[in-house]
């Protein structure tokens, strides 16, 4: 990706910049525009940061671990910078978590055309129909093991967009609180909710609105009553300012439901 | 260059003009008791029926066999305007109302059929009956009024607290502002305008087969519960969702559409929900490509197919198909007199139409409840990502989403001007979400609408505008479409859809995917 350097102002800074990019291993954590980088399959998407082009993801469908940003709006992006190959022309960070910022942002509408220098030699799922099953699903043939039998106290976190509340990500966990809470049985249920906060790598300190880990505890406090969780419940919030460290901040987001039997 | 075939059959509107005031082949007034069922008739609706409209002929098939229509619930008129419910799910219609059919009653009856009833066939009931403009948007667009009570309320009847404020910005109607029946009037309503849905193939439309849980899956949200079972339902009923079964919407229309005083008894209801789970209504002869049931063509098409197929079943696959059709239509033979070629050539066309469906890529952007599920925006795929459903083209679950029918800027009018010859027929609200919660991702905190949609059940900023998918069959015998009635035409829909999503299609292409609509 590096490629050669053309002797120019020009070039002698944008090598300088590809040659500033973060070593393999680095943690990195940005906020910027999601760009999108069509293909003759299907797209993928980037982000700059500091000069570096990132690869973020592909389009693949919902069963994707890591799932596309958005256009119109900033994306959050944490993530371990990796030693692959570059995928479309950025630099793969893997792991990588990827929140899409609440507030819409016009600047953030950059779609690049496909270009035959860039291919994508792994796809999961082309552009149209399935081949019958998703993209990520596990083979059919393995039946999962069920889940075992919960005992004693459980403890549950459950994680959130970036200012968000329940979304698309959450119906599977839900359902799974109220099995383990139907199989222990839960008698009281304790649910926290945490106003993250990030530490990115250019130092600033990112904080979700006051008032979301209230937000968050009552709604899933509600979600789980109405879906017929009978237990004594306790809700509570709290900030979770103590804990951006730059290191997986994602997971102070989150609600964390502790079910007593 | 590549040549386009315009491929049209007797009174398919290619151009589109004119045709809300045409008649079907033989649905005049003079055969009106043939395909007319009013409330009260005494007769019998066979196991297999064909009406015909102006892309050939529609079927019903009645899996249990012929009803005597005397005395049965769906058919007899309970409340006190003389309307049943067979009033607005017409079987010649696919179990829905056509702006054509609606017209020819209206001249044939004076204006006096109960579908003309002030509570809801007139764009408000203060209006003075039998002018023609206080019916102008059922006889214009085939919009009956849907009065929602402002706030919202649960299933419980307790008042929702909504993240958005409503103010009505224009009121053609005068029914949002009237001291009654308005926003701030004494029944606190809102009305908006919508079609009535097909009351066929429900099997499919009520299937808990795929994506049904206590969660929405697209939300998160709490899903409606069947109050008989205490279990999620799929929500893919009505336009917003807001009844969960068949039978509480029975009793719902019943008491807002019939003006039925007493609840339905649970015999009646349970004989309204069986005789709708029974019909399956799909188009069985195309004048262009000739009889769609036949047993060795497509296995999608055709109203058996839908007596027979499976629900509950995801198509957009290349396993299951949503409307399959083995290719049985592709490179058929050229030989053959005038009539056998003109009729291959038009199934090749249906076949093309499948395919632009099924596989043209395109553009989904900043579509409420489709870019926001972790697809991305914009995502890359089909028409057939959203119309999904196995047979019917609804989506599987929860299938409410914001395709721009009803929110600005897509549903914009043409801009009012002095030579303007027409006004905005509905009326304009202006949503105002709140500043302290996230706004919609698409439309930010101030959204105009034509109808919240979803959101004036959820109360959720996110859900405005936002319009169950509909069904696609029996699509040639039901004009007006989308809820709003706004595309007249098959190729309005589709021209709709293009300018959407800046989809480009040839002209080749939405002539194919027109025929290809027609056929389902």
């Known amino acids: 990706m590096r490629g050669v350097c053309l002797i ?4 002698v800074l944008a090598c300088s910049a590809l040659d500033a990019a973060p070593p393999p291993g680095e943690r990195i954590s940005f906020v910027s525009c999601p760009i999108v980088r ?53 630099i793969v960070l893997e792991p990588v978590r990827l929140s899409v910022m609440p507030e819409i942002d016009a600047n953030c509408n950059t779609m690049l055309p496909a270009d035959e220098r860039y291919t994508i030699d792994f796809n999961p799922r082309p552009p149209g129909p399935s081949a019958g099953r998703l993209a990520f699903a596990p083979d059919p043939s393995a039946r999962p093991a069920p889940p075992p039998r919960p005992q004693g106290t459980q403890t549950i976190d459950i994680y959130f967009d970036f200012d968000k509340g329940v979304s698309f990500r959450h119906p599977g966990e839900l359902s799974s609180i109220l099995r383990i809470a139907r199989e222990l049985p839960a008698r009281h249920v304790r649910i926290t909710g945490v106003r993250g906060a990030h530490r990115l790598s250019n130092g600033t300190l990112l904080k979700e609105s006051a008032g979301v880990g209230e937000r968050r505890a009552n709604e899933i406090a509600g979600l789980l009553r109405g879906a017929g969780l009978d237990a004594e419940a306790e809700i509570d919030w709290i900030d979770g300012d103590g804990e951006a460290d730059g290191v997986d901040d994602w997971k102070s987001r989150r609600v964390t439901v502790v079910l007593t039997p | 260059m590549r040549s386009i075939k315009l491929i049209c059959v007797p009174l398919l509107a290619c151009a589109g003009a004119g045709l809300l005031s045409a008649q079907s082949p033989s649905r005049t007034a003079e055969t009106l008791k043939e395909w007319w069922w009013a409330p009260g ?10 009406y015909r409209n102006e892309f050939g002929r529609l079927g019903i098939v009645n899996t249990d066999g012929p009803i005597e229509t005397d005395g049965h619930p769906f058919f007899e008129p309970l409340g006190s305007n003389g309307r049943a419910c067979v009033s607005c799910h017409q079987p010649a219609d696919g179990m829905s109302l056509s702006v054509d059919s609606i017209q020819q009653i209206w001249h044939a009856s004076g204006g006096k059929d109960p579908i003309f009833a002030a509570v809801d066939g007139m764009n408000c009931p203060n209006l003075p009956p039998g002018d023609p403009e206080s019916h102008s948007l059922l006889l214009r667009r085939g919009l009956f009024r849907i009065p929602l009570p402002w706030p919202p309320v649960d299933a419980d009847g307790n008042e929702i607290t909504p993240e958005f404020t409503l103010e009505v910005v224009r009121d053609p109607t005068g029914c949002n502002t009237d001291p009654v029946y308005g926003v701030n009037g004494e029944r606190r309503e809102v009305s908006v ?52 079964t068949l039978k509480t919407q029975a009793q719902s229309a019943a008491h807002g559409h019939l003006e039925v005083t007493q609840p339905l008894t649970v015999e009646q209801l349970d004989k309204i929900r069986d005789f709708e789970m029974q019909l399956y209504a799909a188009q069985a002869f195309s004048y262009g490509a000739g009889p769609l049931d036949e047993p060795d063509g497509p296995s999608g098409l055709g109203p058996t197919a839908m007596a027979t197929g499976n629900d509950g079943v995801l198509g957009n696959n290349t396993t299951r198909f949503v409307i399959p059709m083995e290719e049985k239509w592709a490179n058929l033979p050229k030989d053959g007199d005038d009539a056998e070629r003109a009729r291959n050539e038009f199934r090749e066309s249906v076949q093309r139409g499948h395919d632009v469906f099924f596989f043209r890529t395109f553009w989904i952007k900043d579509a409420m409840h489709i870019n926001t599920v972790g697809l991305g925006n914009p995502i890359k795929r089909t028409c057939a990502t959203c119309h999904g459903m196995h047979m019917t083209g609804m989506d599987t679950a929860n299938g409410w989403m914001d395709l721009g029918t009803t929110n600005h800027p897509w549903a914009l009018e043409p801009p009012e001007s002095p030579w303007a010859e027409t006004l905005p027929e509905l009326p304009l609200f202006k949503i105002t979400c709140s500043a302290d919660l996230p706004p919609h991702p698409f439309l930010g905190r101030e959204i105009y609408t034509q109808d919240p949609g979803r959101a004036l059940i959820s109360g959720k900023c996110e859900d405005v505008g936002a319009i169950v998918i509909q069904q ?17 035409t098959l190729r309005e829909l589709v021209d709709f859809y293009d300018r959407r999503f800046n989809i480009r299609f040839t002209e080749q292409e939405r002539v194919d995917l027109v025929n290809f609509l027609s056929v389902l």
């Not at chain 1, 120019?8 to 070039?11: C, D, G, V």
């Open chain 1, 8 to 11: 120019s102002t020009l070039a």
């Open chain 1, 38 to 90: 069509d293909t003759r399959s299907v797209p993928c998407w980037l982000a700059e940061y500091e000069g570096d082009t990132y690869y973020l993801t592909i389009q693949s469908d919902v069963s994707a671990e890591v799932q596309p940003p958005m256009l119109g709006h900033q994306v959050l992006v944490e993530g371990v910078v990796s030693d692959a190959a570059p995928i479309c022309g950025g």
């Open chain 2, 41 to 50: 008739d005494d007769r019998v609706l066979p196991a297999y029926v064909e």
């Open chain 2, 193 to 244: 305008y919508r079609r009535p849905r097909p009351a066929a193939n429900l099997r499919y439309v009520t299937s808990s087969g795929f994506g049904v849980s206590p969660f929405i899956g697209k939300t998160g949200a709490l899903a409606a519960v069947d109050p008989d079972t205490g279990r999620p339902v799929n929500m893919n009923m009505m336009s917003d969702a807001r009844e969960p």
């Open chain 2, 472 to 488: 696609f069959r029996g699509l040639a015998a039901r004009a007006p479409y989308f809820s709003n009635g706004s595309a007249a």
